[in-house]
């Protein structure tokens, strides 16, 4: 009888650092336990589709290795919990506010560092942080890992962040992936494509370097040289200009320089774009055709072409398309790349921002190595960072330069708390580890990058073992530093209240009951028709580029190819794409068994031309190295990339490759234009067989 009675469900929201942020239906099996989680099916975005990772998400959440204990270092860092002991709560907070008082007095309130990223999204759990900062003064973050350079190349045309209506795509007759690849990295997306190319045989474009999972499904698939997508957008303006397939009207009324466009462009010829990209001629003049014949053409931006030096000029090209052809006007036509900037939710309790100091300083998270091992250029004049408290992050894995982020994590003077729900390779550095609560165990409230929902959660289950929330241990230390702040005074049911009501959305408690609101602007606000984002109101083909960012030089005046990647040579013939794995997402579930099983191991993929000129057989191990730094992984042979590209899908810990370290160690932390960000997929390496 009771294995056919059904198991209740509660509605959640994914917390994940995805854009798709689903609504959720959780099954619940009893106060601390899930089943199986599913995709709300009311929900007209998320429409009944999760990803794997997250339908199974039981075992994450009820994971044997699941910290549920405060612990204070004992032995050796960087080994992992047997090095560590038990302790109470009282203890470990009264620990590490003491240690940041000692490092404060020494050095100064900018001596401390609190650290975090978005390993949940939540409003409340991920910025909380930013309150503890900006009432102690500490030291602020720029946080470069994931989406300043694609806003900034999005921001630079369109003058805001937000774009065409998500699910418009299924009213779409093209849809162009580019730099993306949801199928692994926002599924839902396919679904909303899927409906396009059954009703109206819409056409899927993708341009990625390799054959993803997403390319694999398109009707048309541009596999070009990484960081050369300013050549290719370059290349179809050019054919739209030269067979007069550009919506005149529209140019003249919406956007700034055309003229001025079309004789710049005069010479960015399909063979100039073919010789940069590595595609061929006539694939690049049907693509601009069928761009240019299609009114209702959609185009969706990933954020994999943006992680290069170019990758601001690259993706403020790309939004030049639907410029030129109008595609703005139609249903189903336009770009998307995020909408998390069109909520305008009042975050003023949550962060803080009532204490902002300008004064202080703002160091990068991507260049967290050169930070702690003491760059000048880096530390801006200002103390060492003697004391750090990490959420949300794995740095230690996710950062570029992993060999600087491990030896500035080593420094004997450095004390670190980090918040965590697993023993990760960051947590094992730590001299005090918290534990944390997972989504489905405490309150909170999101929006979406990828659509235009907002939602409300409350727990689900009891929180694991002594798990606390990331803005209850920060209320812990507040109160034990003696700071001050509402944001640390108050429940945080009764702020994620305040907070929605400041920003006139409907309460906590009205939004928890109709699950999700749906904050979608009419049309023609969405898709620019009442204007663009931009001081004059028009898209801007020659951007002003000191709008998004300070460090400008060397970027394009209108369009361009930026040659400013790290160039193949011959010492290192190989570009690397250091793409995201389908089961994995960032380093959380590298602790799940399933998603490691169909991971298997760290892989590099390799053209068969490629593999058979350097002796590597399919299976066979290789070294992999630049100037940072050498690893060593599994080869595959694999068609689906040009011959000089290779891609090792990520992110491993450290400690599964077979020396140690992972693929963040080739990466460069130099930051990209013009306002910083990591250049995860800008790499030049060379590849060995080892026998
Ligand atoms: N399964 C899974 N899902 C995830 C994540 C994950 O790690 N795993 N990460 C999450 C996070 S934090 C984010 S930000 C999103 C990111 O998701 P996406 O927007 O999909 O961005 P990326 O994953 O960085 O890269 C996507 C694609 O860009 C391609 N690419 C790399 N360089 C270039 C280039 O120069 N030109 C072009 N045209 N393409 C290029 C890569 O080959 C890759 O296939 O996904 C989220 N979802
Ligand atoms: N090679 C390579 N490197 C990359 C990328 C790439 O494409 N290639 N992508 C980059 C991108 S786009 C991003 S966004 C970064 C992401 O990098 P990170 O933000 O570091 O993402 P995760 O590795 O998932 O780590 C998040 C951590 O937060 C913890 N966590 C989750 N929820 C909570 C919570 O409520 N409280 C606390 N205290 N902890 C919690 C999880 O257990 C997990 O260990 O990685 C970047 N690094
Ligand atoms: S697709 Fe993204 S938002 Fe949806 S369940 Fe998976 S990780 Fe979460
Ligand atoms: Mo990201």
């Given at each position: 009888m009771s294995a056919t009675k059904k198991i209740p469900r509660v509605h959640s929201t994914c917390p994940h650092d995805c854009p798709s942020t689903c609504a959720l239906e959780v099954e619940v099996v009893d106060d601390r336990t899930i089943g199986r989680v599913y995709g709300a099916k009311d929900n007209s975005y998320t429409a009944g589709v999760v990803c794997a990772k997250v339908a199974r998400y039981a075992e994450r959440i009820h994971h044997p290795d699941r910290l549920g204990q405060p612990l204070r270092r004992v032995g050796r860092k960087a080994v992992g919990l047997s090095e560590f002991e038990v302790i109470s709560w009282d203890e470990a907070l009264n620990e590490v506010a003491t240690q940041f008082q000692k490092s404060i007095d020494q050095h100064g309130s900018e001596t401390l560092w609190p650290y975090h990223y978005a390993g949940t999204m939540g409003l409340l759990q991920r910025d909380a942080l930013d309150c503890f900062r900006h009432t102690l003064k500490t030291s602020r973050q720029h946080a470069t890992f994931c989406i300043t350079l694609a806003d900034a190349g999005w921001i630079a045309g369109t003058g805001a962040k937000r774009g065409s209506e998500p699910r418009e795509m299924a009213n779409s007759d093209l849809i162009v992936v580019w730099g993306g690849n949801p199928v692994s990295t926002q599924v839902n997306v396919m679904q909303h494509i899927s409906r396009a190319r059954r009703e109206r045989q819409a056409k899927l474009v993708v341009v990625d370097p390799y054959r993803t999972p997403t390319a694999e499904k398109a009707d048309l698939h541009l596999m070009l040289r990484p960081g050369s997508d300013g050549a290719l957008a370059c290349a179809v303006m050019h054919v739209l200009f030269a067979e007069t397939l550009v919506d005149k009207d529209y140019l003249e009324k919406y956007t700034d320089v055309p003229a001025e466009l079309e004789k710049h462009l005069l010479h960015k010829t399909p063979e100039w774009a073919a010789e940069i990209t590595g595609l061929r001629?006539?694939?690049?003049?049907?693509?601009?055709?069928?761009?240019?014949?299609?009114?209702?053409?959609?185009?969706?931006?990933?954020?994999?072409?943006?992680?290069?030096?170019?990758?601001?000029?690259?993706?403020?090209?790309?939004?030049?398309?639907?410029?030129?052809?109008?595609?703005?006007?139609?249903?189903?036509?336009?770009?998307?790349?995020?909408?998390?900037?069109?909520?305008?939710?009042?975050?003023?309790?949550?962060?803080?921002?009532?204490?902002?100091?300008?004064?202080?300083?703002?160091?990068?998270?991507?260049?967290?190595?050169?930070?702690?091992?003491?760059?000048?250029?880096?530390?801006?004049?200002?103390?060492?960072?003697?004391?750090?408290?990490?959420?949300?992050?794995?740095?230690?894995?996710?950062?570029?330069?992993?060999?600087?982020?491990?030896?500035?994590?080593?420094?004997?003077?450095?004390?670190?708390?980090?918040?965590?729900?697993?023993?990760?390779?960051?947590?094992?550095?730590?001299?005090?580890?918290?534990?944390?609560?997972?989504?489905?165990?405490?309150?909170?409230?999101?929006?979406?990058?990828?659509?235009?929902?907002?939602?409300?959660?409350?727990?689900?289950?009891?929180?694991?073992?002594?798990?606390?929330?990331?803005?209850?241990?920060?209320?812990?230390?507040?109160?034990?530093?003696?700071?001050?702040?509402?944001?640390?005074?108050?429940?945080?049911?009764?702020?994620?209240?305040?907070?929605?009501?400041?920003?006139?959305?409907?309460?906590?408690?009205?939004?928890?009951?109709?699950?999700?609101?749906?904050?979608?602007?009419?049309?023609?606000?969405?898709?620019?028709?009442?204007?663009?984002?931009?001081?004059?109101?028009?898209?801007?083909?020659?951007?002003?580029?000191?709008?998004?960012?300070?460090?400008?030089?060397?970027?394009?005046?209108?369009?361009?190819?930026?040659?400013?990647?790290?160039?193949?040579?011959?010492?290192?013939?190989?570009?690397?794409?250091?793409?995201?794995?389908?089961?994995?997402?960032?380093?959380?579930?590298?602790?799940?068994?399933?998603?490691?099983?169909?991971?298997?191991?760290?892989?590099?993929?390799?053209?068969?031309?490629?593999?058979?000129?350097?002796?590597?057989?399919?299976g066979g191990k290789v070294r992999v190295g630049n100037q940072l730094a050498d690893l060593v992984l599994h080869a595959r042979i694999f068609d689906g990339v040009q011959r000089g590209v290779v891609v090792i899908e990520s992110i491993w810990p450290n400690k599964a490759f077979e020396e140690g370290l992972g693929v963040n160690a080739l990466i460069s932390a130099e930051p990209g234009k013009p306002n910083g960000g990591a250049v995860f997929h800008d790499t030049a390496v060379w590849v060995r067989a080892v026998d």
């Open positions: 001629t006539e694939e690049i003049i049907a693509f601009a055709r069928l761009y240019g014949q299609t009114q209702r053409s959609f185009i969706r931006l990933g954020y994999g072409f943006s992680r290069s030096r170019n990758g601001a000029a690259n993706v403020h090209a790309v939004t030049c398309l639907p410029a030129l052809t109008g595609a703005w006007q139609y249903p189903g036509g336009g770009a998307l790349y995020s909408n998390s900037g069109m909520y305008g939710v009042d975050q003023t309790l949550i962060k803080g921002l009532d204490r902002v100091d300008n004064n202080t300083r703002v160091l990068d998270q991507s260049r967290i190595g050169d930070v702690l091992c003491g760059n000048p250029r880096d530390l801006q004049g200002g103390p060492p960072v003697t004391a750090m408290i990490i959420q949300n992050t794995n740095p230690v894995v996710v950062a570029p330069e992993t060999r600087k982020v491990i030896a500035g994590m080593q420094r004997d003077d450095l004390f670190v708390c980090v918040h965590e729900q697993f023993m990760t390779e960051t947590a094992a550095m730590a001299d005090i580890v918290l534990p944390a609560t997972m989504f489905l165990e405490h309150d909170d409230f999101y929006q979406a990058g990828g659509h235009t929902h907002l939602q409300t959660t409350r727990p689900v289950i009891e929180p694991f073992a002594e798990c606390r929330s990331n803005h209850r241990v920060l209320s812990g230390l507040a109160k034990r530093m003696g700071i001050s702040h509402v944001c640390f005074e108050t429940g945080s049911r009764e702020l994620i209240d305040q907070s929605l009501r400041q920003s006139g959305y409907p309460t906590e408690d009205d939004l928890y009951h109709q699950h999700w609101h749906d904050c979608a602007y009419d049309f023609d606000t969405t898709n620019f028709l009442n204007g663009f984002g931009t001081p004059d109101s028009k898209f801007h083909f020659k951007p002003d580029w000191k709008r998004v960012g300070q460090d400008t030089d060397g970027l394009p005046e209108l369009p361009d190819h930026m040659p400013v990647m790290n160039q193949s040579d011959e010492e290192h013939p190989f570009r690397l794409v250091a793409a995201p794995a389908r089961h994995f997402l960032n380093t959380s579930f590298t602790e799940t068994p399933t998603s490691v099983r169909y991971e298997k191991r760290p892989t590099i993929l390799i053209h068969p031309a490629d593999a058979a000129a350097l002796k590597i057989e399919d």
